[in-house]
């Protein structure tokens, strides 16, 4: 759950997260070498937006895999924030993709969001291009490329019961911001 803003290298027994969280990585690689103490993991720090140092990346590892799930979520803070809605969302996602195809990954898969089926504002626009980008990848490459889509993880960071139990937790009041 924690890989919610990461991006994960798979490799056989071997496992590269990618973000630019380092709390993020650090609690989920804690996690992981708890849990799979003989999985080796590699931590890297990098921005997906950034294609030069995407690149250099994807040249050192020469990902089988890659899991894609590096993205902004909170609908209301990308309406204020449409510029880096739309630059890591899809310019991140097509940084992504083409350093894997160059890399020779053999498959892809980009978790999206249920807001990118019929979008109706910034962030669901943002998820929607960005599963254009890999579906034409796959396409084009004849590889599998493909994006998988949820709706909100119950208990996942930013996860609206996670949010209604901290209010709970607080005495209340449990706040609804829609009808």
């Given amino acids: 759950s924690?890989?919610?803003?990461?991006?994960?290298f798979a490799r056989p027994a071997h496992l590269v997260?990618?973000?630019?969280?380092?709390?993020?990585?650090?609690?989920a690689h804690a996690?992981?070498?708890?849990?799979?103490?003989?999985?080796?993991?590699?931590i890297v720090i990098a921005d997906i937006?950034?294609?030069?140092?995407?690149?250099?990346?994807?040249?050192?590892?020469?990902?089988?895999?890659?899991?894609?799930?590096a993205a902004h979520k909170h609908v209301h803070l990308m309406e204020d924030n449409f510029q880096d809605a739309i630059s890591n969302n899809v310019a991140g996602t097509e940084s992504l993709v083409d350093a894997a195809l160059e890399s020779g990954t053999k498959r892809?898969?980009?978790?999206?969001?249920?807001k990118?089926?019929?979008?109706?504002?910034?962030?669901?626009?943002?998820?929607?291009?960005?599963s254009l980008i890999v579906r034409d990848a796959?396409?084009?490459?004849?590889?599998?490329?493909?994006v998988v889509r949820f709706g909100n993880v119950l208990g996942s960071r930013g996860s609206v019961a996670?949010?209604?139990?901290?209010?709970?937790e607080r005495g209340g009041p449990v706040t609804l911001t829609h009808p």
Avoid: W
């Avoid at 996690?31 to 590699?42: C, F, I, R």
């Avoid at 937006?49 to 799930?69: C, K, L």
């Fill in 31 to 42: 996690s992981l070498s708890e849990t799979y103490p003989d999985v080796p993991v590699q």
């Fill in 138 to 146: 796959a396409r084009r490459s004849d590889r599998p490329f493909s």
């Fill in 17 to 27: 997260m990618l973000g630019h969280g380092e709390n993020s990585l650090f609690q």
């Fill in 162 to 168: 996670t949010i209604f139990r901290e209010q709970i």
């Fill in 49 to 69: 937006r950034d294609r030069v140092r995407i690149d250099q990346i994807f040249r050192r590892f020469t990902p089988d895999i890659v899991f894609h799930a």
């Fill in 116 to 130: 990118a089926v019929s979008p109706c504002g910034v962030m669901g626009a943002s998820k929607r291009m960005a």
């Fill in 108 to 114: 892809f898969v980009a978790i999206s969001t249920d």
């Fill in 2 to 8: 924690e890989l919610c803003r990461q991006v994960a």
